[in-house]
């Protein structure tokens, strides 16, 4: 019998000795990889932190003490032993459990995460709320990524870190990869103090025999800091990063020796003060080749577990993903264009920015998870005047928010803006929906905001960002394929700000943008072949908005639906809506379907759809729906009039 099925919370791990422990890793990896063979989700990060997650719940009293996951896509091992192992192949489905840390879910979740780079921030604060409720025995460990460590907000939480009192651990994750290789000098920074690990571990040893000898006191923590950048001193001359905050630093150690990761762990628990533990490990450790091509493996689908091939649905004759119609359009603009640059926040593959890394590495650039400076980077390159695609996932690009107001739109600079993964993105949930970008962006003054509603679009888009347009452009387009076999059009300028009718109607218009369009269009045609004619809209620019078609409709249509993969509140609908009661259409009647003001869940991505009511179903349904209120209101009409009213 596998020791994995006895462990039903940390408490079972506890009972068993080193050796026992070792076969639960060996056991947890190969479920893991059993499991996501056929149920896809983030496998490379979980497979290197088996060692780590196992030293963890062993040493110390989960949930009273607070583990913070950062991203949260490396924590499936402590989803397993935390009282989750039988639900884990409903990881990442509609109803099942969810494929980062939800506290909902469980109490050993301490925190949402998906994002990168928050763990510092609310362990920190979890850190001192302890102090402050005089809980001084309960620990609190943030554990992130080299990649998570290059976004600013991991520096804001570091800074903060040693300005009130508490005992933070933060366990920093190394493997040498973010999705793609890690980047920038953090990068260098880390390999040169792992190279230096002599002077590390003459320190540490000092350290040791001075507490062994009861030299140190750990409540003087002036003592310690004196005592730490003395040795420092005495040693090298060398200043380590972290402790330069204040925090102490204790590393680099092999993160998949779990004897030592344990006795360290417990040397450090009851230290006093920040302190930061940098452990080693390899991303996919344990699956040969996930630990030779990570970033494939970072989330790789479907494979055969034992061949280590992935199997990949998509046949040669589909269309592209939206992503690789991009890519390629990008490098299709660039070849002719030495102006055009390429921007990503640590997504060259996610968002197939790689295609131009390739052709163009010094015009290319990926500059860490940093989705603020991304943007602000981006609009020093355009105010030199340099044309910078700057690719940024919808969510992450909440991040963002201020930079594309204060530093591109106040100045109108030209940066183009691609918000890939726009809309619901399927299994990653309600972290990474991209639903929120055409209500947040809407307001901001001297953008120019776009959706295709198919290839030809986008590539007509991103043409148009270039040479049709002066002052920042986005372009938002969703996860997955695209709609056209033939995606290589020749690209052209399209009008900013004009919409298009694709099909006339009676009585009933359906507006929408993007490619849900494209759902919408099957719904009219399938109401057509009963006999109710809808109109068909696409308004392709949501700003702009094209005031002329609008009028066109308000003046032909009595019953409108409005139709869009995002959020209602402040969206596309609610700027039909605006349009029409500036103008004073009062008599018609607005139906509008996206997302309700709630977070919505994970599942595939037709899943999501229809329980948000925007698939193709459900946008029939609507027109019949319409159809109905439609002949109700003539009835009232003709009785009116008959009854002379
Ligand atoms: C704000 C934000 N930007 C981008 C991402 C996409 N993303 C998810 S994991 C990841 C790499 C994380 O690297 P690291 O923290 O080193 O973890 P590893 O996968 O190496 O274990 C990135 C870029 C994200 N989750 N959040
Ligand atoms: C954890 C994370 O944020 C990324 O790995 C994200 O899941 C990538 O999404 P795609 O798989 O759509 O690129
Ligand atoms: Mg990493």
């Not at 991203?71 to 489905?93: C, E």
């Not at 190394?174 to 003459?202: C, F, P, Q, W």
Request: one cysteine or more; charged letters at 25%.
């Amino acid at each position: 019998m596998k020791l994995l099925t006895q462990i039903n919370s940390p408490d079972d791990l506890k009972k068993l000795n080193i050796e026992q422990l070792q076969q639960v890793c060996c056991e947890l990896r190969e479920y893991i990889i059993d499991q996501l063979s056929h149920n896809p989700g983030h496998f490379a990060s979980s497979l290197g932190t088996v060692e780590l997650t196992v030293a963890l719940h062993y040493i110390y009293n989960t949930p009273y003490d607070r583990l913070v996951w950062d991203v949260g896509h490396q924590a499936y091992s402590h989803k397993i032993l935390t009282g989750r192992r039988d639900m884990f192949p409903s990881n990442r489905k509609l109803g099942g459990i969810s494929g980062f840390p939800n506290p909902k879910e469980s109490e050993y979740d301490t925190f949402v995460s998906g994002h990168a780079s928050t763990s510092i921030s609310a362990a920190l604060g979890m850190a001192v709320a302890a102090h402050l409720n005089h809980e001084e025995d309960r620990h609190v460990v943030a554990i992130i990524g080299d990649g998570a460590m290059t976004g600013g907000l991991a520096y804001e939480g570091l800074n903060n870190a040693c300005s009130q009192p508490n005992n933070l651990l933060i366990i920093l994750n190394d493997n040498d990869m973010s999705i793609d290789h890690n980047v920038g000098g953090l990068r260098e920074y880390l390999i040169k103090l792992t190279t230096s690990a002599k002077y590390n571990k003459i320190r540490y040893g000092i350290y040791q025999a001075f507490k062994q000898k009861k030299l140190i006191d750990e409540d003087k923590k002036n003592f310690i800091i004196r005592f730490n950048n003395s040795i420092k001193s005495l040693l090298t001359r060398q200043q380590n990063m972290f402790e330069g905050f204040n925090i102490r630093y204790f590393g680099p150690i092999d993160g998949h020796d779990l004897p030592e990761l344990i006795r360290v762990l417990r040397n450090i628990k009851d230290m006093k003060g920040p302190k930061l533990l940098h452990i080693k490990t390899i991303k996919g450790k344990g699956y040969a080749p996930a630990e030779k091509s990570a970033t494939i493996w970072h989330a790789p689908g479907l494979f055969d577990k034992e061949t280590g091939e992935r199997i990949i649905k998509r046949s040669k004759d589909q269309p592209q993903l939206y992503q690789d119609v991009f890519g390629h359009t990008l490098v299709e603009l660039a070849e002719k264009n030495e102006k055009i640059v390429g921007v990503t926040p640590a997504m060259p593959t996610g968002c197939s920015m790689n295609y131009l890394m390739e052709k163009f590495p010094e015009r290319t650039f990926d500059v860490g998870i940093a989705e603020e400076h991304a943007v602000t980077f981006s609009a020093g390159l355009a105010k030199e005047g340099f044309i910078p695609f700057c690719n940024i996932y919808s969510s992450f690009m909440q991040r963002a928010y201020d930079q594309v107001i204060h530093d591109v739109a106040l100045q109108k600079l030209k940066v183009i803006l691609c918000l890939d993964r726009a809309g619901l993105v399927g299994e990653d949930g309600p972290t990474h929906h991209g639903v929120f970008d055409l209500a947040y962006l809407r307001p901001i003054p001297n953008l120019t905001i776009a959706a295709p509603l198919n290839e030809h679009d986008l590539r007509n888009l991103m043409y148009t960002a270039v040479y049709g347009n002066e002052g920042p452009f986005v372009i938002r387009y969703p996860k997955g394929q695209g709609e056209l076999k033939n995606w290589q059009n020749t690209m052209q300028i399209i009008p900013i700000g004009k919409g298009r009718k694709l099909r006339d109607g009676e009585r009933i218009a359906v507006l929408s943008i993007g490619k849900i369009g494209n759902d919408a269009a099957k719904a009219i045609e399938k109401a057509a072949e009963i006999g109710i004619f809808a109109a068909h809209y696409d308004l392709l620019f949501l700003k702009p908005i094209d005031k002329e078609l609008l009028t066109e409709i308000a003046q032909n249509y009595a019953y409108l639906i409005t139709v869009e993969n995002g959020v209602i509140a402040g969206g596309m609908g609610d700027a039909v809506t605006d349009f029409l009661t500036v103008h004073h259409y009062n008599d018609i009647r607005v139906r509008k379907l996206g997302i309700k003001d709630e977070f919505v869940t994970q599942g595939s991505i037709d899943e999501l759809k229809h329980l948000c009511g925007i698939d193709e179903d459900s946008i029939f349904e609507a027109i019949m729906e319409a159809n109905e209120v439609i002949k109700n209101t003539n009835k009232v009409n003709t009785i009116k009039k008959l009854s002379g009213h």
